[in-house]
């Protein structure tokens, strides 16, 4: 079974430019979420899809955003970046059907972003 | 409020040697508690998962406890090898609130030879 994919795995842009990063689940998952981890921050959560619905957000500006597709993919956007981007952001998955199942997190390998 | 707090920050220890790494949590209400290992530029992978009910689980080398009473949970690692080096994260669930997993920011472990 396959894990979850994350591409780009690594990226660099310069400020004011806007990112798309992509998630693919472990088949049959349909809750995505992301995560946002610097050096010393731990992982920030960012928001959380299940169904093509966005479930819950975390506390990021609105430059932050993302989606679900019907086939359980996600994307994240940032626009307009800043030099406080940069950052590892991680995407995991999970079997969790209902607001409340706390399944595991199988997370990717991250996607890194350089902002200069 | 929901926190999870993780001591010590970071930790250098000798190849063959055990630690003891703490996570500390004001999570209600309680669900289970996870550690997740995450070696440099890697995703976590989930080592153990602790439920209300259970003190102790081994994984290999890797025993998590839990102290439902005191909301503390310890990683033992026992014969520490070069791989062990990563960070160790305590991700504790809530079955209600803003978001149901809460992180802990961490525990860099090194391990030298």
């Known amino acids: 079974k396959a894990g979850v994919t994350q591409t780009p795995r690594y990226l660099i842009k310069t400020r004011g430019q806007q990112v798309t990063l992509s998630c693919s689940p472990i088949?049959?998952?349909?809750?995505v979420s992301w995560y946002q981890q610097t050096p010393g921050q731990g992982l920030q959560f960012l928001f959380e899809?299940?169904?093509?619905?966005?479930?819950n957000k975390g506390n990021f500006p609105g430059r932050f955003s993302g989606r679900q597709f019907s086939n359980s993919r996600s994307e994240m956007n940032v626009s307009t970046l800043e030099l406080g981007d940069s950052a590892l952001y991680l995407c995991a998955s999970s079997s969790g059907q209902s607001r409340i199942d706390t399944g595991e997190l199988f997370f990717g390998e991250g996607s890194r972003l350089t902002v200069l | 409020k929901n926190q999870v707090e993780q001591s010590p920050q970071s930790l250098i220890i000798l190849e063959g040697k055990n630690c003891t790494l703490q996570c500390n949590y004001t999570v209600s209400p309680f669900s289970n508690l996870r550690w997740y290992k995450q070696d440099t530029g890697r995703g976590p992978v989930s080592l153990t998962i602790m439920t209300f009910s259970e003190n102790t689980k081994s994984n290999g080398r890797y025993t998590a406890t839990l102290d439902a009473d005191t909301k503390q949970s310890s990683l033992h690692i026992t014969a520490s090898q070069l791989s062990d080096s990563a960070s160790y994260i305590c991700?504790?669930?809530?079955?209600?609130?803003?978001?149901?997993?809460?992180f802990g920011t961490g525990t860099r472990l090194k391990v030298l030879a």
């Open positions: 088949s049959g998952h349909r809750s």
């Open positions: 899809y299940f169904s093509e619905t966005q479930r």
């Open positions: 991700v504790v669930s809530a079955t209600s609130g803003t978001y149901k997993y809460i």
